[in-house]
């Protein structure tokens, strides 16, 4: 297992709620959004994105970026459970299903 909490020099965060790299491709390919999607959703600059889901461990980016990111999936419906599951939430829908009902 992992410490709970990281500290590094003016940032200590707790990991148990921080995303991974791989999660954040993960969530990026549930959602079908490319890496201009997530800055622009996350309002986290495209290289600092890209540099966040390069590596399959915790960004090294601060605790601060790492949350909007995080931030920006949670509120399009993604879960995410552990340091390495991705999910949609049940209530989301996809495209054609909303199509389908309102047909």
Do not use: H
């Not at 999910?87 to 309102?102: F, M, V």
Request: charged content about 20%; glycine content about 8%; some cysteine.
């Amino acid at each position: 297992m992992y410490a709970e909490t990281c500290v590094r020099p003016g940032l200590a965060y707790n990991l148990r709620r921080m995303i991974t790299g791989r999660q954040i491709r993960a969530a990026c390919a549930l959602l079908n959004w490319t890496l201009k999607d997530l800055s622009d959703r996350s309002g986290v600059a495209w290289a600092t994105v890209q540099r966040m889901q390069k590596d399959d461990g915790f960004p090294a980016q601060s605790a601060a970026r790492v949350a909007k990111v995080q931030q920006a999936f949670e509120n399009s419906g993604v879960l995410f459970t552990g340091t390495s599951g991705v999910n949609l939430r049940e209530d989301e829908q996809s495209p054609s299903t909303t199509k389908a009902e309102g047909a």
